[in-house]
């Protein structure tokens, strides 16, 4: 996953476009620039970004970890005074405010000089705004699952107006004052905060279609909430094929190893097999007989995939932590991104935006 692959693949897009062939080499020696000089000049700094959670208002906590926070940071004097300085409206009465804060690298914006050219400058601008979305809402969506996983509650940060600033001089080592909630569900949330690494792909995915699926049951759309949740043991599944290298695996012996190495029981194998069967005859193609009726007829079968799932979850968060490969809260973020460069690339430009005649072309 390093800059080298992510330099050639993003060299290689841009020459698809007529207008862009020509400035091959003003790219490469730009992005050479950006890796060797840029990113290392910013690491002395972050982004401070918050947002309110939508769908939260049954959560009541104050909770910090690492550089996760939510509803406050009091007993925290870096981050407190950060909060009080960048957002003074918020930092009056807690309780009246549902909001996520998260520290991101100062990759948001400034990159309209990083080239004479122009055009260059706006490409370059581009992938690192999206780059830093994408981090932003990773965290955020670390907070998400962990509720979810807990409360039950599908939160969301889309739809909240969102507040960024910049602060300077920020220290090599974030702040390790973590604050924990005393009840139950609050340590809960925390442990899973530590544990949970949306940064990682197919950690982000499989929360995007957890949540969707917690909406759409809440909705009535049971149908899709079979499909959404077959996706997320598709992409946990995948991930472990990928992790030992036999993506071509079928099925059948691509679920007896994700089962085996997540540690699942028989129990869970057979629902999971259930679920699978159900998106097959229902929510993938058309039913062919008592359609009219699934809301009856498998209702509790839906409920019940969700404690299914909820433990395949949390033994793949789980097993995501103790084989890592994409660092959850680096330090230095100049060194993330020449570790995880091809991985940023992979998730903004993706080889088949072109299957879908979508480019994400700037004239």
Known sequence: MGHNEFKTKFLSYLDQFENLKDKHDKFKFTLNKVIKEELPSRDSSRILCQCDLVNAKRVRLNIKVGNIFYNGVKNDNYFEKAIMKCFPQYAQGWESFLTVSVLIPDWRNGWKSISKDGIVSDWIDDFFYNSTIYIQRSYQLNLIASIALVYGIPCDFRGSRGRWVKLNNFPKKESDIDIIPKGKKGKEVAEFLKTINALDPHVNRTIFYYIKSLEL??????????????????????FIKKRFNNTCLDRENGRNQMVKELGLSKKTRDELEQLYLLRNGYASHPA???????????????KKFFLTIKRTLISFYNYEKANRVVESHPDIWSEWFENNAEMLYDVIYHKNLKVFGVYRDKK
Do not use: M, Q, S
């Open 217 to 238: 049951f809440e909705t009535g759309y049971y149908e899709e909430v079979v499909t959404n949740l077959d996706n997320l043991v598709a992409i946990i599944d995948h």
């Open 288 to 302: 062919d007989y008592c359609w009219w009726d699934f809301y009856e007829t498998f209702e509790e079968d839906v």
